[in-house]
């Protein structure tokens, strides 16, 4: 059975982001993976040069310990969050990511979706040493994708984001090469 940390890189409440990680996470543990999710309206880090809290530590020791990471953002003027950034700051140098399969999945507003913010998020994780999937998901339109309470109204959409979940797992079980 896989482990996979999830990690959502956005902060505000009833969040796009959550929505879809929380689509994508319950798909993973459909398929038998072990799924610990980060949300980032839960965690608490610390910017680089202050003292760090417990939870940078936690994340840290889950990603380690991990066989995958899933890793969910909004486009935010053309890139990734900065919580997402200061999520990625906290994961050491060097990373503990290197060596790791990441997955992305980016949400936005607009008719191009988080297009941008992947591109951004991609040369970050691949600095970072992580072996980043080639199938990132970019949902569009968010806000017509998923209702209040986090359903997806939209089958493409959903179908698109399974295609994330399936990617990983097949990639960690040695079925899939990047």
Request: net charge positive; glycine share 6%.
């Given at each position: 059975m896989p482990s996979i940390v999830s990690i959502i890189g956005n902060r505000?409440?009833?969040?796009?982001?959550?929505?879809?990680a929380t689509l994508v996470t319950e798909l993973l543990r459909e398929a038998g993976a072990d799924v610990e999710v980060f949300d980032g309206r839960t965690l608490s880090l610390a910017f680089p040069g202050e003292p760090e809290g417990a939870d940078a530590q936690r994340l840290r020791d889950a990603v380690r310990a991990a066989d995958g990471v899933l890793f969910t953002t909004p486009e935010?003027?053309?890139?990734?969050?900065?919580?997402?950034?200061l999520v990625i700051e906290n994961l050491e140098y060097p990373s503990v990511l290197s060596g790791k399969a990441v997955a992305m999945v980016g949400v936005g507003a607009g008719r191009i979706g988080a297009v941008k913010s992947l591109e951004a998020l991609r040369c970050c994780l691949a600095h970072c040493g992580a072996i980043v999937m080639p199938h990132a998901i970019s949902i569009a339109g968010v806000r017509q994708v998923f209702d209040k309470d986090g359903k997806c109204l939209n089958p493409g959409a959903e179908q698109a984001l399974a295609g994330v979940a399936e990617s990983l797992l097949a990639f960690l079980s040695g079925r899939n090469t990047v």
């Open positions: 505000r409440p009833d969040n796009y982001s959550a929505h879809a935010y003027h053309g890139t990734f969050s900065a919580y997402l950034k």
